[in-house]
């Protein structure tokens, strides 16, 4: 089983609960545990924050309801980013809100596409911090595979080493839309390093990345945060495509939803041995995050139950060979008997 590294020093006083956001007319929360957060490091600082924005988003009318999860989650890490003492920060969710979109009644939305927002937060900094950790201590980790919602500012707001390639495999619409406004501020991914995209809803994502340049015989860090995916079906579908393009030893990370399609939330033992099998079955060893024990490493208590939220934070690693590396082996195996043939056919 994988180790998970600690993220924060053991609280000195008893955790302080998450408060629920402020009035609109605020600016930050009256919220500051006794604690001391990670430092940040490369990560983007507050005075970052881009000031304007990109451009209109689309009518009311014209969202649905991807779209609209998608801000959502946008406007969470813009709240958290206003906090005194934030878990992190994101200078360009700011862009992606408009006016009316901040007071969009989230009950609108359907259940699974929303993210509870304590458990959000939590998500956002452990992937994060988990992202740092692998891509500092390893010089492996230059493909980088975001699975998202397609507004998600990893690309901008944290630091890439050289040479790095980001995928983000979301849904089209919505991720144009938010690129144009991003760029509008200047939003850019570090020097030397480039930024691909891949439609979800392409009828072969696993030819669309590879399209893009994504080399199997090269380690790779996936990361699964906000691609929609209303159906169990639909993780089998993705399991099977990073299994076959991962390469050994690359590892993913990230949080999945409760699916619809099966047991109810309460059930949370037979529907994680149910998330085991179905990893195992594509080759990969997975661990299960608890949202407690990181909120305890970052001296939180959550305030909602995790058997609400439906949701599970994993680690899983690849223990196949990738489509590339078999191609690359049955090659050297057939070069190897034809030279063979030939020495043999000398000796006669």
Not at 126 to 144: A, E, G, H, M, P
Request: charged share 20%.
């Amino acid at each position: 089983m994988l180790v998970l590294p600690t993220l924060a020093a053991p609280p000195l006083r008893p955790p302080p609960r998450l408060a629920p956001p402020p009035p609109a007319s605020f600016s930050s929360w009256n919220w500051r545990p006794n604690r001391k957060l990670l430092q940040p490091g490369p990560f983007a600082t507050a005075a970052d924050a881009p000031r304007g924005r990109g451009g209109p988003l689309p009518e009311p009318e014209e969202r649905d309801q991807l779209f609209l999860a998608a801000l959502h989650a946008a406007r969470l890490r813009d709240e958290e980013s206003r906090r005194p003492d934030p878990l992190f920060i994101d200078p360009y969710a700011v862009v992606l809100l408009s006016l009316d979109v901040a007071h969009q009644a989230p009950e609108s939305l359907i259940s699974h596409l929303m993210p509870c927002p304590d458990h959000y937060r939590i998500t956002t900094r452990y992937v994060d911090d988990k992202l740092q950790n692998l891509i500092t201590s390893s010089d492996n980790f230059r493909q980088i595979v975001l699975l998202t919602d397609g507004m998600d500012t990893r690309p901008y707001r944290l630091c890439w080493p050289r040479m790095s390639v980001v995928y983000d495999v979301s849904p089209g619409r919505i991720f144009s839309t938010a690129a144009q406004q991003l760029r509008g501020v200047g939003a850019k991914i570090s020097r030397n390093c480039i930024l691909l995209h891949t439609p979800s809803e392409s009828p072969n994502i696993q030819e669309g990345l590879c399209k893009n340049g994504f080399n199997g015989n090269k380690p790779s860090l996936w990361v699964l945060q906000g691609l929609p995916m209303s159906t169990s079906s639909s993780l089998e579908n993705l399991l099977l495509v990073i299994s076959n393009l991962a390469m050994k030893g690359s590892i993913f990370i990230g949080e999945l939803t409760h699916f619809p399609d099966w047991t109810a939330a309460a059930d949370m033992v037979s529907g994680k041995d149910r998330l085991e099998n179905l990893f195992f079955t594509q080759g990969f060893q997975v661990s299960f995050v608890h949202y407690e024990n990181v909120a305890h490493d970052l001296s939180l208590v959550l305030a909602s139950p995790r058997k609400q939220c439906g949701r599970v934070l994993f680690v899983a690693e690849q223990l196949r060979f990738s489509d590339a590396q078999l191609e690359n082996f049955r090659m050297h195996f057939e070069r190897t008997q034809d030279d063979a043939d030939e020495e043999g056919f000398e000796e006669l």
